[in-house]
Structure formats: C-alpha cells, structure tokens
C-alpha cells in the first residue's frame, strides 16, 4: 500500500481497496498509529516490532504479542478487517442509512454478524473512533514499580536510589475491567491531570469506577458511578474495592 491512507469516495475504489486483506490491515495500522509506530495497548510502549508470517506485533516491554484489533470495536471478532472496513464505507457514504440486512447480502455474513457489526460501528460514530473502552465495573489504581535495591549493582544502586520509599521507582497506573481486560501506562507523577486523563481515555462514562482514597482520584465522580474505599479502614466493602488491581500488581 502507499505511504497514505487515502479513504475511498467510490464503491468501486473500496471494493477495489478492502479486497485484500493485507492491504486492510495496513490501511487500519495506518489510521490507528498514524506515526506508523504501533502503540502496544497493554503497556503503551512503542518498542514494538511486526512479526510478518503472523501478521501481528510483539512489544519488546512486556513481551506479549497484539494484532492492530487489539482494544478496538473489533477485537472480540472473528470478522476480517475486508468485511469490517467495507460495511464501515457503506454506513458511513449510504446517504438514507444501511440496515443489518443489506450487510449481511452485500459482503456475504450472516444477518446476525451483520446486526452486530453495525451496531459496533455507530458506536465507533457515536464515540469518534474505533477505540474500544473498559466498562461496567472497573478498577484503577496505580503502583511504584523498579527493581530492589540489594539486586541492583552498587553503581547503579547509588545513582538511581536516593531515600527510602518509591525513589527510583517508575509510577504505572491501571485501569481493569472486573472478567475483563487491564490497561497501563506509566505515569510522569501521582497527580491528578495524569491519572484523571487515563480513566477518562479508556473507560467508559458511566461505569462503575472504584478507586482507593487517593486525593487525585477526586472529580471523576460527573462521569462515572465513582466509589473509593477507604483503606485505613478496610479493603473490601461488598463490591466496592480495587483487589483486583491489588491481584495485578503482585502476578
């Protein structure tokens, strides 16, 4: 594919572009990652490379490989990105709107897949991209991570440790969806903006959040069903507690 993105004006050219479906999946990697470096969704690293026989990336950070439908409306689909992105060009172009029906005759699913598809992607309209939000009950949380001191060399030992604590420590946040997913990030501090920013970018308004009683936790409560424990006084109050994140932590 060429160096750009160029969106079909025609049916013919989309028929003609999203046939193929190595040339959808550069199409895609290109409208999400648009630098052309692909963003690991797990830790957010950019240390990334692309693994050509299986058509995926593997982040040199955590070690865990993803395809470009990793964390998006089309992740937990067995649908090929040559089914998806020509039923997104009839939405979107067909000017009296597209029924499941017509999906489903035009690019040859079942009317089932093609009522699911379509419901996916006006939520992608609704949302403004493809991106695919935690919701229901989440958790976030955030922890000091790095290596002890004793393990380390004394050169370095002296040259990144300065106190006690968390110096030295990178800070990563987390935000889990409870039987679901868990999104990080490394953090510049622990104060609001930052985390505020990663809770909103990745969970969905409107869903249960819990957190613990961290001030910078405070704000988030007009767009989210917001409750915190307090852990002075106890970790678990029915389903209001961050365990799970807890559980994260030490895996």
Partial sequence: MDAGNKIPSTLLEAVECFSNPETCLKFFAKLRWPDGV????????????????????KCKGCSKQFSVKVGTIFEDSPIGLEKWLPAIWLIANTKNGTSSWEIHRDLG?????????????????????FE??????????????????????????????????????????AVLERHGEVRTAVMPTRKKQPLQTFVRDHVEPGSDLFTDELLSYDGLAPDFAHQVINHAEKYVDGSIHTNNCENFWTS
């Fill in 38 to 57: 692909a963003v690991c969704p797990r830790c957010q690293s950019k240390k990334t490379y692309f693994l050509s026989t299986r058509r995926i990336w």
């Fill in 109 to 129: 699913v079942t009317q089932k897949s093609a009522w699911f598809m379509t419901h996916r992607i006006r939520l992608a309209m609704q949302t403004g991209g």
């Fill in 132 to 173: 695919k939000k935690l919701s229901g009950e989440c958790e976030a949380d955030e922890s000091f991570i790095g290596g002890k001191a004793r393990n380390m060399h004394r050169d370095k030992r002296v040259k990144t440790i300065h106190g006690r604590g968390p110096s030295g420590k990178a800070i990563v946040m």
